[in-house]
T-cell receptor
């Protein structure tokens, strides 16, 4: 079984400030981890993913995330927030390579608001 | 351009009616998925298909049905048995396994 917890359903930051969105996961096998972004009434767009190898992953739009196995975390960060970053962000985990373990399990999402 | 299309974007249904949501992809992906999204609940898996003519139930399959007759198409039928069908429905596809899923733009279904 696998699960994802996103701490904070709503996060507000000022434009230019650090963005930190938290994600903790559980998985019985080495996980694949993903961050997606969703703008209103649209589908999800992949920001970045971790599969194997380097634990610091860089994505689009200046976002990055670090896989910390000891903390079972995959927090998303961006050094300086832009107004265009306002959206909902979803963390997801996929464990293993067979059967139901292949499926993505999503967190409940974090709505990011960027204040001028 | 390769991608996933969903139609219609908005759909209204009367209680007691079945309705079918379309999902088409030209990415040559083997696996396709249907998710339901409700406010504050993230995405929940309805059905998925890893290969043509085969599909499996997800976490919330009751009141839904699917078919996978072609690799490119994975339509979802919301039946009258679905007690609370008003939601945003998202289709996705992937190469297979634990790989990245790519999402369509979604269909918002409202039951009147």
């Amino acid at each position: 079984a696998q699960s994802v917890t996103q701490l904070g359903s709503h996060v507000s930051v000022s434009e230019g400030a650090l963005v930190l969105l938290r994600c903790n996961y559980s998985s019985s096998v080495p996980p694949y981890l993903f961050w997606y972004v969703q703008y209103p009434n649209q589908g999800l767009q992949l920001l970045l993913k971790y599969t194997t190898g380097a634990t610091l992953v860089k994505g689009i739009n200046g976002f990055e995330a670090e896989f910390k196995k000891s903390e079972t975390s995959f927090h998303l960060t961006k050094p300086s927030a832009h107004m265009s970053d306002a959206a909902e962000y979803f963390c997801a985990v996929s464990g293993g390579s067979s059967g139901s373990a292949r499926q993505l399990t999503f967190g409940s999402g974090t709505q990011l608001t960027v204040l001028p | 351009d390769g991608g996933i299309t969903q139609s219609p974007k908005y759909l209204f249904r009367k209680e007691g009616q079945n309705v079918t949501l379309s999902c088409e992809q030209n990415l040559n992906h083997d696996a396709m998925y249907w998710y339901r999204q409700d406010p504050g609940q993230g995405l929940r898996l309805i059905y998925y298909s890893q290969i043509v003519n085969d599909f499996q139930k997800g976490d919330i399959a009751e009141g839904y049905s699917v078919s996978r007759e072609k690799k490119e198409s994975f339509p979802l039928t919301v039946t009258s048995a679905q007690k609370n069908p008003t939601a945003f429905y998202l289709c996705a596809s992937s190469v297979g396994g634990p790989d990245t899923q790519y999402f369509g733009p979604g269909t918002r279904l409202t039951v009147l």
